[in-house]
């Protein structure tokens, strides 16, 4: 059956909504905060499971499964349907499609972010803060490449997330300088997480796959530490 170009079968749907319910659950796990700023936005170890569920997939799939972890998180936690709620909808499924996709118009929403951020009076004065989206645009050159794609992945999402946020609070360019060394161990970390992530997703799948057909699935065997 497809649905809007998606094609489900009974074991996929199936392995969609249990993808989901890990995520959702690792959506529960605050990771860190970001600090310096007067608005308060969590991280959570999902953070690290969102972005590779399309590298598992694929980018329609894993951006679906995005979509069901934020909506379900949404309504179990009763939270109002503020800024950041919503931004967090659109950051993840980002990352999702970058690490998911081999195309590399991906990098186009780097750089659009980077110019809406120096269009913006505050943004020009903290000019050096958007070049951290070069990291985006330059490893689409290198996909092949997992900490690159996870990198890619990880700033894609944060690009997004800052310029909203730039263009809804107006944030002082000071916050934003201060804001420099807090972003690349937060992006770092969550990099770390999401390569960490997909060896174990990989690693699991390929043990799984010698028992039960997983053939509607991508694994990528080569970040499978267990060969079948």
């Known amino acids: 059956m497809k649905i809007f170009g998606l094609e489900l079968t009974s074991r996929s749907v199936a392995f969609l909504l249990i993808f989901s319910l890990i995520g959702l659950l690792l959506y529960q796990v605050n990771y860190s905060a ?5 608005f308060d936005a969590k991280f959570t170890l999902f953070q690290f499971i969102g972005p590779m569920a399309a590298g598992i997939l694929g980018p329609a799939m894993g951006v679906l499964s995005v979509l069901i972890v934020s909506l379900s998180n949404f309504l179990l936690t009763g939270k109002a349907l503020e800024l950041p709620v919503i931004v967090s909808f659109f950051t993840m499924a980002a990352a999702a499609i970058y690490f998911g996709s081999k195309n590399k118009a991906t990098a186009l929403v780097a750089a659009v972010c980077m110019l809406l951020f120096w269009l913006n009076p505050i943004g020009q004065e903290a000019w050096i803060y958007a070049l951290y989206w070069l990291i985006p645009i330059g490893a689409t050159f290198y996909k092949q490449n997992i900490i690159a794609r996870s990198l890619g992945a990880t700033f894609t999402a944060h690009a997004i997330g800052s310029v909203v946020y730039l263009y809804a609070f107006s944030i ?8 420099l060394p ?6 770092l970390s969550f990099a770390a997480g999401i390569a960490v992530s997909y060896y174990v997703a990989n690693t699991v799948l390929q043990a799984l796959s010698t028992k039960v057909d997983l053939s509607f699935i991508n694994i990528e065997k080569k970040y499978a530490l267990v060969k079948a």
Request: glycine share 6%; hydrophobic share 65%; aromatic share 10%.
């Open 182 to 187: 807090v972003v690349a161990i937060e992006r």
């Open 34 to 38: 970001i600090i310096g700023v007067k």
């Open 172 to 179: 002082p360019a000071a916050s934003w300088f201060s804001l």
